[in-house]
């Protein structure tokens, strides 16, 4: 057991490998060794990303935030790709299961009634639960080999001395939260929701499926999240042990914990207000381009691996990291920093970011410089960059998530009306969706509900009845699923357009001297609907 690079107001309490082959090393006590690994082995089991009871719902509300910001006036393409659509977030509860009791090993889920962004924010928390399980599949490192970019360090550790128990699934986190099959809210499910959601008539049966969907966005920009943060990217497990009880100044005294993602927790009250800072446009550039969610989260990834120092991964010509001295990582370094008042900083996406410090108590007194590490002011600085970068990349997330719906009306008069509802598919919905459901016809200006009708398989024709309405009055047609409502152009009386749709007209062919089927019918006249 040895404290390591003793600043005068940070010592974290490390476990060497004490075991070797079942025999215990020379000139120990055993002692210290029970009291070694207990410390170590308890440790191992909080690997915390960034802290799922705050931190996680705070960073899900901000992409919300800016997901809603880029629909109504952030971004032009968004902005037309959405414009007929109303994504109430907050009015509608939609019922649906949640994490009643977190847990270490255990949870409890049972049913509750909430809003769509709260499911979201709920996702933030759930994705973690259990503890033990969900954080053994969190970790993603860009520069390993496809396959092996799963976590390894700490639970190779603990594998090799209990090679009985196998407590690395060897799953990371972009595998897990898209579509591994133990994971029930991954990102397929929730889009199966979704699809449900559209196709499903009943609007009861619609917004059970959607609070699956939002659970599951919520649980998936957990993933953006920890994709944002540099030991999620960097295999540093740094796990911590009761941080929260046993700590000095804030720091866990056992374990090896990240100070990034210890100190984050102080820090939520701020990530609303950060989450609106500058953001790299080369990497939104790339994102907005992409269609797929597994694209977007790897390169994320590989954004902050490039960029960022886990405390453990600080290394330079002169420092080795503390972690993986056999594969540094290619970048940062030490090197490409400017040091000044014995911190490291460099530019980031339009930031000035602390990157680590050598400050230590002895500093002043004799001169003496620490072994580099992150501290608070490092922290402070390095999430007021990545905190933007999260809420941004989380945004485009959402752009993918959501279904692109048309509704169009064809003809509208007093007593009829025709139309239909057409997805347009992409890389995450490459089968169409037929909508099926409540018609909601509607008056421009008022929004009030003039009639309603029911559309099947993507179609809708009715009767219904405007009153006095006159041609001077639009209307448009609506639907709704989960507090989405997805509506049509307006459209004034007595609108007639072509529509592409299916007629069926019964009749005797004898009547008309025709006795074989390549015979022609011709019809003329005028038509109107008859329901």
């Known amino acids: 057991i040895h404290f390591c690079h003793g600043s005068g107001y940070r010592c974290f309490l490390e476990i060497d490998s004490f075991l070797s082959k079942g025999t215990m090393k ?5 002692l210290p060794i029970l009291i070694g690994f207990a410390g170590y082995f308890i440790a191992l089991f909080l690997l915390t990303s960034y802290g799922n009871k705050r931190a996680h719902g705070n960073l ?23 414009k007929n659509y109303d994504f109430d977030f907050t009015s509608k509860r939609l019922s649906g299961i949640a994490v009643v009791e977190a847990g270490l090993w255990q949870i409890r889920e049972d049913e509750i009634s909430t809003n769509a962004a709260n499911w979201i924010r709920h996702g933030g928390f759930s994705a973690d639960e259990p503890e033990l399980a969900a954080s053994f599949r969190h970790f993603y490192d860009p520069t390993q080999a496809e396959g092996e970019r799963y976590l390894k360090n700490q639970l190779d550790n603990l594998l090799n001395f209990y090679d009985v128990v196998n407590f690395n699934p060897k799953v990371d986190h972009i595998e897990w939260a898209i579509d591994h099959p133990d994971h029930a809210y991954n990102w397929e499910n929730g889009k199966y929701a979704m699809e449900l959601a559209i196709e499903l008539p009943n609007p009861k049966d619609k917004d059970a499926e959607m609070a699956i969907a939002y659970r599951a966005l919520g649980e998936t920009l957990h993933l953006i999240a920890d994709m944002g943060c540099p030991a999620h990217v960097r295999d540093d497990s740094h796990p911590s042990a009761f941080g929260q009880y046993l700590n000095w100044k804030g720091q866990p005294l056992i374990g090896s914990p990240d100070p990034y993602e210890e100190l984050f927790e102080h820090l939520v009250s701020s990530i609303l207000g950060a989450s609106s800072g500058n953001v790299d446009p080369a990497l939104i550039a790339k994102i907005k381009s992409y269609s797929s969610v597994k694209k977007i989260a790897e390169d994320f990834a590989v954004y902050t691996n490039a960029n960022y120092f886990s405390d453990q991964t600080i290394s330079g010509s002169l420092v080795l990291p503390r972690l993986w001295k056999h594969r540094i990582q290619p970048s940062p370094l030490l090197d490409d920093c400017t040091y000044q008042g014995h911190f490291y900083s460099t530019n980031i996406s339009g930031h000035n970011v602390l990157m680590c410090t050598d400050m230590s ?20 600085s390095q999430a007021a960059a990545l905190i933007p970068q999260i809420a941004a990349v989380g945004s485009h997330v959402m752009r ?58 993507g179609e809708f024709i009715g009767q219904i009845n405007l009153g006095n309405a006159n041609e001077s009055d639009h209307f448009y047609a609506e639907i709704e699923f989960g507090g989405i409502k997805v509506k049509s152009d307006p459209k004034p009386l007595g609108t007639y357009e072509d529509f592409d749709s299916k007629w069926e007209f019964a009749y005797d062919a004898t009547m008309y001297g025709l006795t074989r089927r390549s015979d ?5 006249g005028s038509f109107s609907v008859i329901p």
């Open 520 to 524: 022609t019918l011709v019809l003329r």
């Open 60 to 82: 899900n509300e901000a992409v919300l935030n800016r997901f809603e910001q880029m629909v109504l006036n952030g971004d032009a393409e968004l902005s037309n790709i959405f």
């Open 26 to 30: 020379k000139k120990t006590t055993i």
């Open 361 to 380: 108590y002895w500093t002043d007194k004799i001169g003496y410089k620490a072994y580099p590490y992150i501290d608070k002011t490092c922290v402070q």
């Open 400 to 457: 993918i998530y959501f279904p692109k719906i048309q509704v169009n009306v064809s003809q509208i008069t007093n007593q009829s009306i025709v139309g239909e509802v057409v997805h347009q598919t992409d890389f995450e919905y490459p089968d169409k969706l037929s909508y099926n459901g409540p018609i909601y016809v509607r008056k421009v200006g008022s929004d009030k509900e003039m009639a309603t009708i029911n559309c099947e398989n």
